[in-house]
């Protein structure tokens, strides 16, 4: 299905203020011209009204034909930043183009100021193509349509100005801003499969290398019975995969569980906008960078139908995080009440839980509570959750730190670094 313009395709041709008081003036001279007996009255007034109905006709025979390739740098745009927008405009009429201002149409409120693009002349390839460009700003993530170019031109005499929208519409991939996240989260507390607390394993045998402390919930066939007597404690085997640990993160994408969801006026496709959900997808990013950088393999679960691409495995280098944050430009809420749950997390799974939820559904709530096995770290970030829903995840062993959409994602991990919690403002 194509893109929407934001524009019509229609011409708008209107005659300018000396436009109008010209045909006015003409026909003053006529209507005066026989009362009066005045000949020469019939003169202007036939000038006057050649002038501006035949600058109607040259604007209509003076549209410019022109062919427009539009590419932005960089292709992909985080939310907030710069991305410069390159035109090649490009003369496929038999005659000079007229002087042009331009705009090109883009679907959110920035301020433009109107360009000029010279006249580009006929002849070699060069000579028929200009190339121009401006910056945009996009202010949230998403896929925007821009385009297609508004050109305004105007006749000789000035008595008519015209605006037509030339060539199509490009996508803006704009992905979520990713923020760096503070050491000292929930990845330094959590025993059992950090890439942190294995390198820090740099001293002692190799049954130091291959151990650590007993935590509730560990299975006794773990337990490492000559590294305990050596150290006076019990101690258990660590994973065998602890070069690479596993981390989930599970995200609630239903559109039942973001209120505060209304019509977005601006992306593409046309979809519900949450702010709350737009901090949630922030803090999916910021999270499964910050986890895939610390070491961990990282799978991202989504209680609605899946959009989100995986992060693929390290022999594929930057790309496999640049698909990732890719798909979550496109990411939306779903109303999805209709179908089943997807599966919980594989008998196997271990590493640490993070859920990112808003007020969801008693049944998202079960299918999150499966997401994690017993004696794992679980951290739930949570934006407007009833209590009841609340207290279930928390006697459930569940960490869960409340925030807003206003809330800052450094803080909100720092809260989470204890479960005590973080003061925001005390530092």
């Given at each position: 299905m194509p893109e929407p313009s934001p524009l019509r395709r229609s011409r708008s041709l209107r005659l300018t203020a000396r436009g109008w008081a010209t045909l006015v003036a003409g026909a003053g001279c006529f209507m005066a011209a026989y009362p009066l007996g005045r000949a020469e009255l019939l003169v202007v007034g036939a000038f006057a009204l050649l002038l501006s109905l035949g600058g109607l006709l040259v604007g209509r025979l003076r549209r410019p034909k022109l062919d427009v390739i539009r590419m932005f740098s960089p292709p992909v745009v985080s939310a907030g930043a710069i991305a410069h927008a390159t035109l090649r405009v490009r003369n496929t009429g038999s005659a000079t183009t007229p002087a042009l201002l331009w705009n090109d149409a883009i679907p959110w409120r920035e301020e433009q100021d109107a360009q000029l693009l010279a006249p580009i002349r006929i002849g070699s390839v060069e000579k028929r193509t200009a190339t121009i460009g401006y910056e945009v700003h996009p202010p949230r993530r998403g896929l925007f349509p821009i385009g297609p170019l508004v050109v305004e031109y105007a006749d000789p005499f000035g008595m008519v100005r015209a605006l037509t929208a030339i060539g199509g519409v490009d996508r803006l991939t704009v992905v979520p801003a990713v923020v760096d996240l503070p050491d000292g989260g929930p990845v330094l507390i959590d025993g059992d499969g950090t890439a942190q607390l294995v390198q820090r394993r740099a001293v002692g045998n190799d049954d130091d290398l291959s151990t650590r402390e007993y935590r509730f919930g560990d299975a006794l066939r773990r337990v490492h019975w000559r590294a305990s007597a050596r150290h006076g404690e019990l101690m258990v085997r660590q994973e065998e995969h602890r070069s690479h640990p596993d981390a989930r993160i599970v995200i609630d994408t239903r559109l039942s569980g973001y209120p505060d969801a209304e019509p977005d006026l601006i992306g593409w496709p046309?979809?519900?906008?949450?702010?709350?959900?737009?901090?949630?997808?922030?803090?999916?990013?910021?999270?499964?960078?910050?986890?895939?950088?610390?070491?961990?393999?990282?799978?991202?679960?989504?209680?609605?139908?899946?959009?989100?691409?995986?992060?693929?495995?390290?022999?594929?280098?930057?790309?496999?995080?640049?698909?990732?944050?890719?798909?979550?430009?496109?990411?939306?809420?779903?109303?999805?009440?209709?179908?089943?749950?997807?599966?919980?997390?594989?008998?196997?799974?271990?590493?640490?839980?993070?859920?990112?939820?808003?007020?969801?559904?008693?049944?998202?709530?079960?299918w999150v509570l499966r997401q994690r096995r017993p004696g794992q770290a679980g951290t739930a970030f949570l934006l407007g959750m009833r209590s009841s829903s609340r207290e279930r995840l928390v006697d459930a062993g569940w960490m869960c730190i409340d925030v807003t959409s206003r809330d800052d994602l450094a803080d909100a991990w720092r809260s989470s670094a204890t479960e005590a919690g973080f003061i925001r403002g005390a530092h």
């Open positions: 046309p979809s519900p906008l949450s702010e709350s959900f737009e901090w949630a997808v922030r803090m999916l990013a910021s999270l499964a960078v910050h986890l895939d950088e610390a070491g961990f393999r990282v799978e991202v679960r989504e209680s609605a139908a899946q959009q989100i691409e995986p992060i693929g495995e390290r022999w594929e280098g930057g790309q496999r995080i640049e698909s990732f944050l890719t798909s979550l430009a496109a990411l939306r809420l779903l109303d999805r009440t209709g179908e089943g749950m997807p599966p919980a997390a594989s008998a196997d799974a271990a590493g640490p839980t993070f859920a990112v939820l808003g007020d969801a559904s008693e049944e998202v709530v079960d």
